[in-house]
């Protein structure tokens, strides 16, 4: 499997942004498709936002449509999400996840891949 380290959660106000970046450890190759969930306590895992290898598609949760990007630089074999206009209920933990031609982009059980999370907590 892959190794996904994720970065660049913190402590925010309500309508301020951050964004967070998705680390590969290992070489990823055509047609790895990467995702970011989230989860807060007591609450299950939930999609947020995906992209294809080629970019060509991404996928974006109701929630969070029009206020996130997820993006990917495939020559860093990163993955980023801008987070723009945050609110209170999207603090969570944001987990970054990757799976070789993934049939379902927005489904956290066809995701193999996994990172140990970062936490994004927004204020007021």
């Known amino acids: 499997q892959v190794q996904l380290v994720e970065s660049g959660g913190g402590l925010v106000q309500a309508g301020d942004s951050l964004r967070l970046s998705c680390a590969t450890s290992g070489r990823s190759f055509s047609g790895y498709a990467m995702g970011w969930f989230r989860q807060a306590p007591g609450k299950p895992r939930e999609f947020v936002a995906s992209?294809?290898?080629?970019?060509?598609?991404?996928y974006y949760a109701d929630s969070v449509k029009g206020r996130f990007t997820i993006s990917r630089d495939n020559a860093k074999n990163t993955v980023a999400l801008q987070m723009n206009s945050l609110k209170p209920e999207d603090t969570a933990v944001y987990y970054c996840?990757?799976?070789?031609?993934?049939?379902?982009?927005?489904?956290?059980?066809?995701?193999?891949?996994w990172g140990q999370g970062t936490q994004v907590t927004v204020s007021s």
């Open positions: 996840a990757g799976q070789y031609y993934a049939s379902c982009y927005w489904c956290p059980e066809d995701y193999n891949d």
């Open positions: 992209i294809r290898w080629s970019a060509v598609s991404t």
